[in-house]
């Protein structure tokens, strides 16, 4: 079964840094295109980045120069490089795996910036 896990969201401090991390298996990693989102009570889920299977980026103009999208495909792991974190930023981050036609999202890992 495909399965994507997230992790290293947790508190950080307004300005701030995380690296997020989603781990995929049951898949044949390099085929696919992954893309992180993220989702605060209330709202829409809402795109943040994306990396093609050939490695093409492109990003939200929200998080744009902030948010930095990238793949290890020996590892079969997306990241997401947050820098300059604001409270904005807090909701609950997920991975998405696209693979022509089927989707595949993770469980989310919450990320709250707040002093």
């Known amino acids: 079964q495909a399965h994507l896990v997230e992790s290293g969201g947790g508190l950080v401090q307004p300005g701030g840094s995380l690296r997020l991390s989603c781990a995929a298996s049951g898949i044949l990693f390099n085929n696919v295109n992954m893309g992180w989102y993220r989702q605060t009570p209330g709202q829409q889920r809402e795109w943040l980045a994306g990396v093609t299977r050939d490695g093409l980026t492109n990003s939200a103009d929200s998080v744009k120069g902030r948010f930095t999208v990238s793949r290890d495909n020996a590892k079969n792991t997306v990241y997401l490089q947050m820098t300059n974190l604001e409270p904005e930023d807090t909701a609950v981050y997920y991975c998405?795996?696209?693979?022509?036609?089927?989707?595949?999202w993770g469980q989310g890992t919450q990320v709250t910036v707040s002093s």
């Open positions: 998405r795996a696209n693979n022509v036609g089927t989707v595949y």
